[in-house]
């Protein structure tokens, strides 16, 4: 006979003030196979895991149902709490009445008669619960980083340092990012790549780092402690061991086309490295620009090549490499106003630029030497305007969500435009101000203070061109009047974005993205590096918008997730899987393509049963196919388990027999 | 093809000239306007400020009379091709606004026959017609399109034209031969009532849209909505005066534009009857003989 205990907690007043718990504890001793039921106000905290301890021992108890809240927020509290008895983990029930009784309800009366049912159906299950053991699996110690931005510098270098492997994965022939091409950083104004160029080095130098430029993820398969990564190196045409960096081929090289590096603002030839600063420093052959590939003449840069590092028959080559970790940190893209703000022009204005394009414009590297000259005639602009939310905060165009860097970069960029040209007028029109970070406020407040930047509160309904100068029109919310400027340039900080790429790179990892194709943390809270899919992390703004600070400290945080994983030989996997009964199983194969982990496979089994024919020995030997579960990769998901014709597949821990036990009890 | 013609209020006062020429140019061009029997008024710029469903109430009727014809509206006025769409949208989209204004027009109406802008009837079914039927191209003129406010706006159910860069009447100048200006005011406001009510908010708004047009090298201003022609047209001489320099825009409807380019007469299609000498430029660019202008030079 089972012995079940039922635990019901007020959760302070969450439950009680909807819920009779007194009254639940008292009805839940003449359910069946319960010989025990109290109630506690925490039953989470130390006391009230004492309690459940203690009764389990007193009452013999082998069945434990707490009525609380989720089991997503305190089922493993109270397994480990189990853990502590001798009873198994997994003969714990959770009936949860607060998030799907007492947050939701308001009628006391008829709350308690819901929050009785579902207890009851808890204590039905817990009397079908079984023993279950987690397994383990290996863990292979070496990560794979993927994006070569600041967050996947930051998570390579901080993963390297405790002496693990790492691979820094890059599709841009350098590593380096957004930050590469940014000049200054706010709130302290120290040059970009003063503090980028070094990490990058340090990357190419750990001797724990790999950097694999030029390449892509193609294929994911395995599970925690053991993906199975296959990268495309993408064909380069420069053999990187041959090349000793040179740049002579970059010189003399015909073909010319817009540098992505330099936002379109100056020409590169086919033959580059994107700046030059870029880690490897070893150039690529651009395939569409390149005079050789497009005409079938040319190849000066191989007759000139002394290294003989240039192979114009290079191929695209896949490898495959084992990972135990996995972060992503692929990071983002800009909003392109070009094809929705007709308001602004459809992109039309040259001197309309954006946030981008300016650092280019402001960096002593760029295509003007650091001196602001605006793009149609290379004139020193004196009035440059800049409109903030540009695809942000506007869900018509563009996205609702804020992009929290915009506000912070254009009172830089309008710090500079006061800074570098003498009698310039800088005027910011913003829809809000938001600089909650440290010492943003006074950053900003520096901007309008001492640096003269006008802001303008409202939002620019046109810019059009007249008489050479651009017109733009809008509105000043605060003195209530309509406000026309003439000015040289204009500046629109524009939406960060999700990766074009986003939701097919997600698929091919298996990890999840919200409404606007950022990739999905497990919890907003609680778990802001980890990803649904177990050892795959996150870093930077490939999760959402992020300023650099903030992008630094998450793969920092990523970085410890994947050391503590690392750290373990073998780890121990939920036990909740799918378990087949081969005796039920015919081998139909459906549960294979529904498993969305490819967890499922079938194996051919010989048996001998009974029956024999007159020339053979006694028994016949049948060979037929069942499925097998890969314990490493199943989920839990239950989707082979309602597939399965001759319920042959079961959940463990969520079995037919335990899911119809609590229907019963309803 | 054959579509109920809604001329509304303005079409037989200040815009008569567009009533003229619309009605002139269609059987040209294969389209045929048989004007909606017993329309009644759209209820623009009072009805919609006073009560929302009465606003969708007046127009509703209207199409509902279409519809029993089996025809399309076709409008040439901005304002009420706006009220009639806003209707048309609202039935569409909801099952009991539907029910509503049926109830108070005391008629079915489904939104069966999409409700069209003059302007679109002509871009849809007469252009290649145009090309083969112009018998004076206007080579040389130079003329801006101006749409206003209302010909794409709101994007909600407005859907024909690109709100902030429209290219219709564009498309029309360019298929008459003449030569459509770029310019940054196609959809400024032009004030509505404001310049005749009051003069000092709306007088800025017109001559902002004057002295675009003046700049870009325009010597015409091509407009599809009786209201903008009456501000633009009617404003000149003051506005004029102001700045000590005299306008001297003639607004075309694009309906006269082509009729002028099918040859057809100045006078049937209410040239003579603008404030501003609409033909002169005509004249002077060779397109109508001199003759014709002698009879009347414009009212201003």
Known sequence: MKKVGVFVCHCGTNISQTVNCEHLAEVAKDMPGVVFSTEYKYMCSDPGQTMIKKAIEEHNLDRVVVAACSPRMHEATFRKCLSGTDLNPYLLEIANIREQCSWVHSDKNKATAKAEDLISMSVAKALKNESLTPSVIPIHKRALVIGGGIAGIQAALDIADTGYQVDLLEREPSIGGKMAQIDKTFPTMDCSACILTPKMVDASQHPNITIIASSEVEKVEGYVGNFDVTIRRKATCVDPIKCTGCGLCSQKCPAKTDSEFECGMSKRPAIYSPFPQAIPNIPIIDQTACRYFQTGKCKICQRICTADAINFEDQDELVTIRYGAIVVATGYALYDHRDKYGEYGYGQYTDVITGLDFERLVNASGPTMGKIKRPSDGQEPKTVVFIKCVGSRDATKGHEYCSRACCMYTAKHATMVRDKIKDSQAIVFYMDIRTPGKNYEEFYLRAVEEYGVTYVRGRVSRIYMENGKLIIQGEDTILGTQVIVEADMVVLATAMEAQPDATEFARKLGITFDQNNFFNEAHPKLRPVETFAAGIYLAGACQGPKDIPDTVAQAGAAAAKVVALLSKDEMTTEPIIADVNINRCSGCGFCVPVCPYKAISLKTLTERVHGSVAWGPTGREVTRQVAEVNKGLCQGCGACTVNCRASALDLLGFTNEQILAEVDAL | ?300
């Open chain 2, 1 to 300: 093809m054959k579509y109920a013609y809604y001329p509304g209020c303005s079409l037989s006062a200040t815009g008569l000239e567009y009533n003229m020429s619309s009605q002139a140019v269609a059987p040209h061009l294969g389209i045929e306007l048989q004007e909606l029997p017993e329309w009644n008024c759209c209820g623009a710029s009072s009805a919609h400020l006073q009560d929302h469903t009465l606003a969708l109430a007046l127009p509703a009727r209207n199409l509902a009379i279409g519809e029993g014809l089996g025809l399309s509206l076709a409008i040439p006025c901005a304002a009420c091709l706006s009220r009639s769409k806003a209707t048309e949208h609202a039935v569409r989209s909801s099952q009991e606004t539907q029910s509503l204004i049926e109830a108070l027009i005391d008629r079915p109406y489904t939104a069966a026959y999409p409700v069209k802008s003059l302007l679109e009837v002509f871009i849809e079914s007469s252009l290649d017609i145009l090309q083969d039927k112009i018998t004076t191209p206007l080579t040389g003129l130079k003329a801006a399109a101006y749409y206003g406010c209302l010909q794409a706006r709101p994007t909600d159910y407005m859907d024909m034209d690109d709100p902030e860069k429209p290219q219709t009447i564009d498309i029309i100048i360019e298929a008459v031969g003449a030569d459509p200006v770029d310019w940054a005011h196609k959809t400024e406001c032009c004030g509505n009532s404001h310049p005749t009510s009051y003069p000092k908010v709306g007088g800025p708004l017109v001559n902002r849209i004057l002295q675009q047009a003046e700049t870009s090298g325009a010597e015409c201003i091509i407009c599809a909505c009786p209201m903008c022609f009456a501000n633009l047209d009617m404003r000149q001489k003051a506005l004029g005066q102001e700045r000590d320099r005299p306008f001297n825009l003639p607004i075309y409807y694009f309906t006269q534009l082509i009729g002028i380019a099918l040859g057809i007469s100045p006078k049937t299609l209410g040239i003579d009857k603008h404030f501003v000498n609409a033909t002169e430029l005509l004249v002077q660019k060779g397109f109508i003989p001199k003759a014709e202008s002698s009879a009347k030079g414009g009212l201003a």
